[in-house]
């Protein structure tokens, strides 16, 4: 006997809620209020998951789905003029526009090559300038009908794809129940920046007028900081929250994000010796439960601290040498798109080849780089 796929999701066969109502965002609140299991058999959603990923870009890569059967058995409209291609399901007759990971009326190719840019730390102007010569070699090779954004409209749309990602990811975090880390390491990133040294001169009476020490001048909101928080053992990064600052607060809500991607206490926590940062973890990740190791070590002496000293350079990396960011929202979207990439996409010879995804034992639907 043939079962549908909702049929096979849903625990309870009456099915009180409408599945192809429920956004992203109220899977994430179900998982965290424990309500999800009340409708869904996690177990079934988890090796769905697993199968999906593993044969997903062999059988549905580039294939429409309806979104009301949920059928790939559809077919284009060949007469639809429009910007985006419009189909047909065959099974219930639903006429429907191609939905891509954003709802936007920009194509595919477009988003692609938006991600792909922020992912390698291009500015947008360079961004918008690729788009515009891939635009027009597409014009004089398919003769298709198509648009790109502007420069202004490119933040936008770069902020809500991370925001999507973001969601994505927490999302597969949660319904495999959490992340099990035993080791977490802390630290913070992209606070060092080239300031002018202002020197100033003072009368000395016996060797006359001498230089004293350098001053360093810094404007409220030039610079940012990224708080960088990761599984020591797979290299998983479990939160990068940027702010304008590092105190309490700002390493409060980033210790309070990650300790909810957690299945538990973690036994250890690493990180250099900033009050901060100590008092903030002791409120979630308290010493009865955790043991601390916050001190100021020399380079020579951190040893296992160097794997988040190297995830943060890979960070510096993936989202370019610039220092300076015009806001706080496009810094963001840049250290999401960076972060996703990393830890879903890029294999390491440390982990045997894996990503840092896989080694922690996420299930995921994106293609796998590497062996």
Known sequence: MEITLLEFLFRNKERPIDINKITIDDAIYMLKTGVFDEYFDREK????LKRFKDNFFEEYYGKEFCPRCLSANVEEIKSYEGVKKSFRCKDCKKKFKHRGIVSTHFEDWVILKIVTGIYHGETMSKIHKDLEEELESREKEFKARTKIPSEKTLYDLGSRIA???????????????????QRIFCDDAFSRKRRKKNRGIQENLVRGKVFTKSKRKRKDGQYYYVIVIL???TRFIIEAYASKTRDKISFSVAFSQAKEKLSGMPKSMRGDKLKSMEVAAEKYFPKSKVQHFFQ????????DLNRIERRIRDLRRTIGKRRKYGTLKVLRTYVTIAVMGINFLEPMDALGGRTPAQAIGIPYPFREVGP
């Not at 925001?163 to 880390?181: A, E, Q, T």
Request: aromatic content about 6%; overall charge positive.
């Open 45 to 48: 959603v988890v090796k769905c």
């Open 163 to 181: 925001d999507k990602l973001r969601k994505v990811m927490d999302f597969l975090i949660l319904v495999v129940g959490g992340l099990k880390c």
């Open 231 to 233: 599984d020591a053992d």
């Open 296 to 303: 100021k070590l020399k380079p020579y002496e951190k040893e």
